[in-house]
T-cell receptor, first 107, second 114 residues
Framework: ELKVEQNPLFLSMQEGKNYTIYCNYS?????LYWYRQDPGKSLESLFV?????AVKQEGRLMASLDTKARLSTLHITAAVHDLSATYFC???????FGKGTKLTVNP | GAGVSQSPRYKVAKRGQDVALRCDPI?????LFWYQQALGQGPEFLTY????????KSGLPSDRFFAERPEGSVSTLKIQRTQQEDSAVYLC????????????FGPGTRLTVT
């Protein structure tokens, strides 16, 4: 059974700081996704990673995938308040989600 | 174009009532998924359609849950004899096809069973 673990589950950081969210999964998969969810809202697709070594960047967020280690990271650079949300990683075609990382960026 | 839409957005049901939740996928999207998201948790897969065929229903938690997509477009998730543990947000997502990797999510239906 495919399991997906994220850490940390809660992250409070100051504006301007950098941090990384980790996503580990238990069995081989050829695709990994990162989503953002604002309170009371649906899921917004951030990144789709399809191959070992894939790296994608959008603004202050950068995602990478290491399929051999079964690990993906979401790196936040110079955080701003607008990034406050819950971030989910998900694996496989029928998405198996992690529990999410609730990010709060404080002024 | 329009995104995935779901209705109703909020539903309150008394324990034991039947409910029907509707999903309108993006026009032309072949694949349709249903997920259940409990409060404070990540979404969990329920079922998957390719056109009108339900190819996987392994995530449906009990035989009280039933989903259909008779014409390969709109889908309905039906829950019979609702229980309190059914309270959750039900999310629908669609994708262009089996070769397409991105799922687009609707706003969800928040079901509260009292």
């Amino acid at each position: 059974e495919l399991k997906v673990e994220q850490n940390p589950l809660f992250l409070s950081m100051q504006e301007g700081k950098n941090y990384t969210i980790y996503c580990n999964y238990s069995t081989t998969s050829d695709r990994l996704y990162w989503y953002r969810q604002d309170p009371g809202k649906s899921l917004e697709s951030l990144f789709v990673l399809l191959s070992n070594g894939a790296v994608k960047q959008e603004g202050r967020l950068m995602a990478s995938l290491d399929t051999k280690a079964r690990l993906s990271t979401l790196h936040i650079t110079a955080a701003v308040h607008d990034l406050s949300a819950t971030y989910f990683c998900a694996v496989d075609w029928e998405l198996v989600f992690g529990k999410g990382t609730k990010l709060t960026v404080n002024p | 174009g329009a995104g995935v839409s779901q209705s109703p957005r909020y539903k309150v049901a008394k324990r034991g009532q039947d409910v029907a939740l509707r999903c309108d996928p993006i026009s032309g999207h072949v694949s349709l998924f249903w997920y259940q998201q409990a409060l404070g948790q990540g979404p969990e897969f329920l079922t998957y359609f390719q056109n009108e065929a339900q190819l996987d229903k392994s995530g449906l938690p009990s035989d009280r849950f039933f989903a259909e997509r008779p014409e390969g477009s709109v889908s309905t998730l039906k829950i019979q004899r609702t229980q309190q543990e059914d309270s959750a947000v039900y999310l629908c997502a669609s994708s262009r096809g089996t070769g397409s990797y991105e799922q687009y999510f609707g706003p969800g239906t928040r079901l509260t069973v009292t």
